[in-house]
């Protein structure tokens, strides 16, 4: 008995391997984004990894870290309830197990603010707002008088980088990490008129400024850097809009940022097939879905032709899938496992859109194949 289930686990191995092997070619990349778990949570995460990401032959996960880790380089940006080196080094040993790449995410620039709050690197150092003039609201409305949708950092002042490069470095370190994500979405604020440093500067220029001074800090380590890539889409002319694209001219820094840097483009209305755009300008490029199941096998489908049509110089810019999710672990983790659907908008989940892309990469998807 012994032997025969050594033989069929064994079996098991090849299987999964040779699954995984011939997926590499089909789909380089196969991704998850997710906001890392908190301490209490940790566990449970790891089980996820094991038991949901592994199977489905998952090979990247992206953790949106932000101050969710015990900072030693600058403890006062750390939450009060965060990740221990002790716990990163669990999970990290999880996911290597399962043959998972593990990528710390940290908002840089944009998203260092939500709603009524101020996030811990403004909040810590309130010298480095681009726009202290603006004043968070006691209760957040969109659209409002003043613009406001996050906050972004100054990336001129002159105090800001030796901060932001011990946080990149450190956590990088910690999650044993060969790249490294650092958001940069949705920045509406950048160039402000009153900033004393950016006012009347071009804000491509800042936008692209920025991207390469953090990758060329991550290359002295060998380390890729990754963002999304919507500031890199001109809003109007595409018709994308101004969250998906830019509105504010910065689009035309995707001819002036490194080709090194890897961009998660995501689209979750529509699945438009901009990753065409990022790889015929010289970019690694990875499709992002979020909630919409159909979408995102469509994304899959266009990703997997993409591959197979383009020439021998543009193939290995479409790197693959990753599935996002906006929420905390937990609150994915009880989706997933008990509440699956959305009553406010059935089927439109990360969890369902998660399976079903994930069935699709892995040729059981269901849904009818045109």
């Known amino acids: 008995m012994k032997v ?15 699954d995984a ?34 199977p489905r032959n998952l090979n990247t996960l992206v953790l949106r870290v932000d101050w969710n880790y015990q900072y030693k380089t600058h403890p006062e940006l750390s939450d009060k309830d965060a990740l221990s080196e002790n716990d990163v080094a669990k999970l990290v040993k999880a996911a290597k197990e399962s043959g998972i790449r593990v990528i710390p995410q940290v908002n840089l620039l944009g998203h260092q603010s939500w709603a009524s ?53 450190e956590i990088c370190d910690a ?57 890199l889409i001109d809003g109007r002319t595409t018709g994308i809009g101004m969250w998906e694209g830019s509105f504010n001219n910065t689009y035309p820094a995707i001819d002036l940022i490194s080709k090194k840097v890897v961009i998660n483009d995501w689209h ?7 990753a065409a755009l990022f790889a015929l300008k010289g970019f690694q490029v990875i499709t992002c879905p979020w909630r919409n199941a159909p979408n995102a096998v469509q994304q899959t489908r266009d990703m997997i032709q993409f591959r197979k049509s383009a020439t021998d110089s543009t193939r290995k810019n479409y790197l ?6 906006w929420s905390g672990a937990e609150q994915f983790l009880n989706e997933f496992y008990s509440n699956p659907d959305n009553p406010q908008a059935p089927g439109l989940t990360a969890s369902n859109c998660f399976r079903t892309m994930y069935d699709e990469i892995n040729g059981k998807n269901k849904i009818a194949q045109k």
């Open 320 to 325: 693959g899938m990753m599935q996002t999710v």
């Open 175 to 231: 999650f044993e990490s060969d790249a490294f994500h650092a958001g940069m979405d949705e920045v509406f604020y950048i160039g402000d008129k009153n900033c004393p440093r950016c006012s009347g500067r071009n804000k491509a220029l800042l936008f692209a400024g920025e991207v390469n001074k953090i990758q060329e800090h991550l290359s002295l380590k060998n380390r890729s850097l990754w963002i999304w890539g919507d500031r």
């Open 21 to 54: 092997q011939s997926l590499d070619s089909l789909l380089p990349v196969r991704g998850f984004c997710i906001a890392a778990p908190k301490p209490a949570q940790l566990e449970r995460f790891i089980g996820f990894i094991k038991t949901e990401l592994a």
């Open 117 to 169: 709050t101020i996030h811990n690197l403004l909040r810590e150092y309130p010298q480095f707002d681009e726009t202290p003039a603006v004043k968070m609201p006691e209760k957040y409305a969109w659209p409002n008088a003043d613009s406001l949708y996050c906050k972004s950092y100054c990336p001129l002042h002159p105090d800001l980088h030796q901060i932001v490069f011990a946080i990149m470095d």
């Open 4 to 18: 025969l289930l050594s033989f069929f686990f064994t079996a098991f191995l090849f299987c999964t391997a040779a």
């Open 268 to 274: 979750y209305e529509r699945p438009d097939p901009t």
